[in-house]
């Protein structure tokens, strides 16, 4: 399975920006699926994640209230809107998924830039 994430960009705060996260291969539906950043400097972050129906979603307390995630399983892809974006929301962002307990499949992240 591969994921490429895409839906980056600059964006001044207070804006919005959509990433989008889709994946290859089938049984996409089965899977938990994840947003994470990194920016620069620290270490890799959990942003939300999303069960595999999309009933169910968690959210970090930093983004909580700002961020929505969402899926759409027809289309093997997973979504994240980002409204009143933070300078401090600035990192690479990369969508995964759950297998066994753990996180993987790692797709290639989507930069955000939000600019004070």
């Known amino acids: 399975v591969q994921l490429q994430a895409s839906g980056g960009g600059l964006v001044p705060a207070g804006g919005s920006l959509r990433l989008s996260c889709t994946a290859s291969?089938?049984?996409?539906?089965?899977?938990?699926m994840g947003w994470f950043r990194q920016a620069p400097g620290k270490e890799r972050e959990f942003v939300t994640l999303i069960t595999e129906s999309g009933r169910n979603q968690h959210y970090s307390d930093s983004v909580k209230g700002r961020f929505t995630v969402s899926r759409d399983n027809a289309k093997n892809t997973v979504y994240l809107q980002m409204n009143s974006l933070k300078p401090e929301d600035t990192a690479v962002y990369y969508c995964?998924?759950?297998?066994?307990?753990?996180?993987?499949?790692w797709g290639q992240g989507t930069l955000v830039t939000v600019s004070s």
């Open positions: 995964a998924r759950r297998v066994a307990g753990t996180w993987g499949s």
């Open positions: 291969g089938r049984a996409f539906s089965s899977y938990i």
